[in-house]
């Protein structure tokens, strides 16, 4: 199964993530969220930073959990290319994530941008579950 899929868009960076579960999907999204911005390749475990969240559903801790990442790289000036979803489960009237994300300090002689995400957007969200897996459905603005 691959991982994630880039979709046509004018103005923005869309994307497709697959997973056999939601952990695995939501992994695969962050990871092609930082891949929009930068090649993630040569980017080495140095930092670990874990990620707890909880939201009143799915599409909205996917957002929330995109959202994180993108904060903590540009408040903490890490680059990350490794997630790993725990796991994503629904307590009451909440779905609750934890996860970790590793990367290393941002080094501009090191990292060469692409494409600047400013902000995860709602455009088109969506998350589906099959019988097949999960698919989620992401539009990040650039």
Do not use: C
């Not at 952990?23 to 980017?43: C, K, R």
């Not at 874990?50 to 996917?62: F, G, S, T, V």
């Not at 709602?122 to 698919?135: A, C, H, M, P, R």
């Amino acid at each position: 199964m691959k991982k994630y899929e880039y979709i046509e868009h004018t103005a923005d960076a869309r994307f497709k993530a697959f997973g056999s579960t939601a952990e695995e999907a939501f992994a695969n999204a962050a990871e092609a969220m930082f891949n929009v911005m930068i090649d993630t390749s040569g980017i080495e475990p140095q930092i670990t930073e874990y990620i707890e969240l909880q939201a009143p559903d799915m599409e909205n801790l996917l957002v929330d959990w995109l959202s994180e990442l993108l904060y903590l790289f540009e408040v903490n000036m890490v680059v990350f290319s490794n997630f790993e979803v725990f796991a994503i489960e629904k307590k009451g009237d909440e779905y609750l994530l934890s996860a970790k994300a590793e990367g290393e300090p941002l080094d501009l002689e090191k990292h060469v941008f692409d494409t600047e995400v400013k902000a995860v957007t709602y455009n088109d969200l969506g998350v589906q579950i099959t019988s097949q897996g999960v698919t989620v459905r992401i539009t990040v603005d650039t």
